[in-house]
């Protein structure tokens, strides 16, 4: 039975903040090899997943978006071409300072760049017209308090979109999947990154996080309406989205 007080780390069940305390080291260790691993584990799928999710998202120019745990700027520059804007909250320095340096290549101004708990946000409420997490939501201590956080920081008719990993249900590849994850990114993370230990956390959180239909139910006990999960090779990955009526 797990103890109410303790959050997944992992396969471990740990402190809340030993967790925060564990997820940051995690994301210090990766931040720069951060994007060259995602290509290198999706086989370059992650970049079509979150072409996919900002056109779900359909930013618009003018509108305020906040984007969670977007450190290296991923999903940001892809909103910002909307010309919306784009505020990042990461709570990991590293992975700021990797999206900053990322900006200041492609020349891309006019993104804000702020530090910031999921879990504890700093700005006023009704802020925000649009909040996005890709790929990161597993990774917070208490997901129904980032949720709540969420819901607090958009306005009324904002819309909250989270592009997650999941469960995949297609006979087969979830058996083939789970081969590869727990054998090979572990591998490829010492090779690529010179880190085994954090790719076996990332995986590990995956099969940790709640399945698509319990998160779906998650983010309407956090006060969302219209909410969707919309799975993607079955399910692998899923886009969450639900408005703030």
Same mark, same amino acid.
């Given at each position: ?63 305020? #978006? /906040? ?23 990461? #709570?990991?320095?590293? *992975?700021?300072?990797?999206? /900053? ?86 591998? /490829?993370?010492?090779? #690529? ?18 399945? *698509? ?19 993607i090779l079955g399910g692998l990955v899923a886009i969450h989205s639900g408005w703030k009526a």
């Amino acid at each position: 039975m797990t103890d109410p007080d303790t959050v997944s780390f992992g396969y471990e069940d740990v402190a809340p903040e030993e967790k925060k305390r564990r997820v940051g080291a995690v994301f210090s260790n990766v931040a720069r090899n951060y994007d060259r691993m995602n290509d290198a584990m999706s086989g370059g799928l992650h970049r079509l997943w979150k072409d996919r999710f900002v056109r779900r998202v359909k930013p618009r120019s003018g509108e305020q #978006i /906040l984007d969670m745990a977007g450190g290296t700027g991923d999903i940001a520059f892809r909103l910002a071409a909307s010309g919306a804007e784009v505020t990042v909250g990461d #709570i990991n320095q590293d *992975m700021l300072d990797v999206g /900053l340096e990322r900006a200041a290549r492609r020349g891309i101004d006019g993104i804000v760049w702020s530090r910031q708990d999921a879990e504890a946000l700093t700005f006023p409420g009704a802020s925000f017209d649009a909040y996005t997490i890709a790929f990161g939501i597993r990774n917070v201590s208490r997901i129904d308090a980032a949720l709540a956080e969420a819901h607090r920081a958009l306005r009324y008719g904002g819309r909250f979109f989270c592009l997650e990993f999941s469960t995949t249900d297609w006979p087969g590849f979830r058996e083939v999947y789970d081969l590869y994850s727990h054998h090979v990114v572990p591998r /490829l993370g010492q090779a #690529i990154a010179g880190d085994a230990d954090s790719y076996r956390y990332l995986v590990e959180s995956i099969r940790r996080f709640p399945p *698509m239909r319990e998160f779906e139910a998650m983010i309407r006990a956090a006060g969302f309406a219209r909410t969707r999960a919309e799975p993607i090779l079955g399910g692998l990955v899923a886009i969450h989205s639900g408005w703030k009526a």
